[in-house]
């Protein structure tokens, strides 16, 4: 059996065929699936952007009332570095548990005569006393807030012994305690 020409040419032909269509499709493969891994990472950009976007939301809403540390808590968190001893330290605590439901009402209170002021001072119909009455009860509510943050201070000082205070007053502030006064608006 004699192959001719055209069959060789035919047979050719054919596998150049079929091997192209082979490679078109391996190259088609790898297209899709960097199309597909393409459409994940910006689907996964889209997702961590939205999440981003809502964590400055929660913060934003959170405002002034994001946690800020009492004297307490910033002494307690020195425990090992002041020796503190057990007697100590559940006498702080105990300070710190009778004054945690006040000092809550109290830190909202400033917050909130803070934001009527303004509301005030914004109103075009509102009297200039009104305006004054509005900013004299933000300044009583965050007096009163220092007051009995000076109050637990005292109490908690009294704890302390002279060595202990020394010290204390020697550390500097943690960076947490920084950020908090940066964030601060004012």
Known sequence: MTISKWQVTGLL?????????????????QDTTAKQEEKLRQMEKKQQKKEEKQQKMEMKQKGMKQKVKSYGEVVLEKTEDLDLTNEQLGKIMRIQMTN??????LIDQPHKSMKKALKELRNPSADEALIRKAGATHTADFDA?????????KKIDAVLTRKQKTKLKAMKPSPEDKTNESKSPG
């Open 145 to 153: 807030l220092i007051e009995a943050e000076l109050k637990m201070r």
């Open 100 to 105: 945690k439901k006040t000092r809550k009402e």
């Open 13 to 29: 032909f054919g596998l150049l065929f079929v091997g192209s269509v082979v490679a078109v499709e391996s190259k088609y493969q």
